[in-house]
Nanobody, 129 residues
Framework: QVQLVESGGGLVQAGGSLRVSCAAS????????MAWFRQAPGKEREFVAAISWNGIAYYANSVKGRFTISRDNAKNTMYLQMNSLKPEDTAIYYC???????????????????????WGQGTQVTVSS
């Protein structure tokens, strides 16, 4: 399994921007799908964005046009650039990795919590109004 460590969370005002990062170690990074999920207090963990091994991005409707997911395979790092942040974006953001190298194109696969076998510890993002 891969080890994942998130960083870059913090407090930002509504309308502001933040970039969170996910550093991976323990195995080859480039062959696996990666994703960001988030969980707000009292709510279930929800899909935010995912990126396939070859760089195709998938987004939740709630963040489409505001968030951008990317990966730097040379640095074993994934990023989530968050712009035009809203108070409802407040949550703990988790990085996740698939533990199998699969070539899939169905959106449902990338959105499912069960797809990902490795998870980071999370980083808090708080958006004040």
């Amino acid at each position: 399994q891969v080890q994942l460590v998130e960083s870059g969370g913090g407090l930002v005002q509504a309308g502001g921007s933040l970039r969170v990062s996910c550093a991976a170690s323990g195995r080859a990074f480039s062959n696996y799908a990666m994703a960001w999920f988030r969980q707000a207090p009292g709510k279930e963990r929800e899909f935010v964005a995912a990126i396939s091994w070859n760089g195709i991005a998938y987004y939740a409707n709630s963040v489409k046009g505001r968030f951008t997911i990317s990966r730097d395979n040379a640095k074993n790092t994934m990023y989530l650039q968050m712009n035009s942040l809203k108070p409802e974006d407040t949550a703990i953001y988790y990085c996740a990795a698939d533990n199998e190298a699969r070539s899939r194109t169905d959106t449902a696969y990338y959105r499912a919590v069960a797809t990902y076998g490795s998870w980071g510890q999370g980083t808090q993002v708080t958006v004040s109004s």
